[in-house]
């Protein structure tokens, strides 16, 4: 992409010149993912979200079972691709890197009783017809009600500053936001951004996926009764997808609270039920 106008006269390596940009820029082209590994991404995804445990000599059987006779360098790498780790507990849970930026679990033993009180937030990946995207939303976790969420082809912890950004704009600041410890949110962006609003930060422990359960369970939920069923070709279609069931979603009774996470979020009926 040429950064000046084409009768400036100047040339393509004039204009990296001046604006320090390397050449090699503007020529790259990524290189998209074989087919054969997006159909193993998928069947992958599709097993771990039930079994989260498991790992890469499980996913190597597995993939033999479907025809896929892969090594576990490979599958190292569809992980990596996925921002995917088993869970499983791991030795010296006490030694974690990017300290400076690792808050502690919070809601252990935490009553969550009103709306915007606790906010969970995580990201997972959305396979498509051709390619893949991720997905990150924002969760109330007193009412399940999904606050924002945007998609992404990156894991940039700007994308998810964004999102918690619109959140905050739409329904104001909670007490406490939950995560996990992806490098999205062990970084100094999300974190300056998060304690701006004096907004306590919370972590899962390190390999306790169910610290976090309220967005796993969005995640499953709407892969398994949605996406699944209605895979995207294009980014925009995936984001009318997920813009529909989220609505949806959020005027559904769930489950759990019993209420429709509309009707739990809104401040009014929480005080007229404590009264």
Known sequence: MRQVKPRENLSIRKQ????????????YSPVPEKPENLIMMKIMDEHLTN???????????????HGFHVNPKRIR?????????????????????????????????????????????????IPMKKGFLYLTAI??????????????????????VDVFNDAVERYGAPQ???????????????????????????????????????IERFW???????????????????YKNVDYYVKYYNNKKHQTTGLKPNVAYNPFYTQNLAS
């Open 16 to 27: 990296c010149y001046l604006l320090e940009v390397p050449r090699s820029r503007l020529y």
């Open 51 to 65: 079994h989260p445990a498991e790992g890469v000599l499980s996913m190597v059987g597995l993939m033999a079972e």
């Open 77 to 125: 790498r569809l992980f990596k691709i996925m921002d995917y780790c088993a869970i499983y507990r791991r030795k010296n849970l006490s030694k974690l890197g990017l300290a400076d930026y690792i808050r502690p679990y919070l809601l252990r033993n935490l009553t969550i009783d009103r709306p915007n009180q606790v906010w969970s937030t995580d990201i997972t990946y």
């Open 139 to 160: 969760m109330d976790v007193y009412s399940r009600k999904i606050l924002s969420w945007g998609i992404s082809n990156t894991l940039e912890a700007q994308w998810c």
């Open 176 to 214: 406490i936001i939950n995560s996990d410890q992806g490098s999205q949110y062990t970084s100094a962006v999300w974190t300056r951004a998060v304690e701006k609003h004096e907004v306590k930060i919370s972590m899962d422990g390190k390999g306790r996926a169910i610290d976090n359960i309220w």
């Open 220 to 238: 499953k939920t709407i892969k398994y009764n949605y996406l699944t069923f209605h895979p995207a070709e294009t980014g925009l279609e995936l």
